[in-house]
């Protein structure tokens, strides 16, 4: 007998703390490679930038079916910043579309990173992510992706 799926667990127990660096992954649907189009991985980057306040990203890379997010939470709740991103992607590709779509799995697996922990390499093994996947064999051809120290 097929099991049921547990995600709304991942909520249990969820602690947000305004100043923790947290990495979130973040999956699309079904596993559907929405953002495979350039311009709806756009979208979620757009998404990304629309937080003034709540928090900043110090890296990201958006991969074909999925969102890899290192972020540092500065106010709010975590699942309630998180569900903004997602909700504004998702509306975004709609808009592209010319009609509504549903993008993202429910809930979303966050890792809070200790203090002590080196952010340059968390963050270069995020941004790896369509190296490792095979989706390119530069870093510099992947478009989707950023990370604060290349200022």
């Given at each position: ?18 100043g ?11 596993r ?47 699942s ?72």
């Open positions: 007998m097929p099991r049921k799926a547990r995600s709304h667990r991942l909520r249990l127990g969820r602690v947000n703390e305004h923790r660096v947290y990495l979130v992954t973040a999956v699309c649907a079904d559907y490679g929405w953002f495979s189009r350039f311009e709806h991985g756009r979208c979620c980057v757009h998404a990304l930038s629309e937080l003034e306040g709540e928090a900043s990203t110090l890296c990201f890379v958006v991969m074909p079916d999925h969102l890899h997010w290192l972020m540092q939470l500065e106010a709010g709740d975590l309630r910043v998180v569900q903004k991103v997602k909700g504004s992607a998702t509306r975004r590709i709609g808009q592209l579309r010319g009609r509504p779509c549903r993008v993202w799995q429910p809930s979303f697996h966050d890792r809070a990173l200790r203090r002590e922990e080196d952010l340059q390499a968390v963050a270069r093994y995020v941004v790896a992510n369509p190296l490792r996947a095979g989706l390119v064999s530069n870093l510099g051809q992947y478009p989707l992706w950023d990370a604060i120290w290349l200022e």
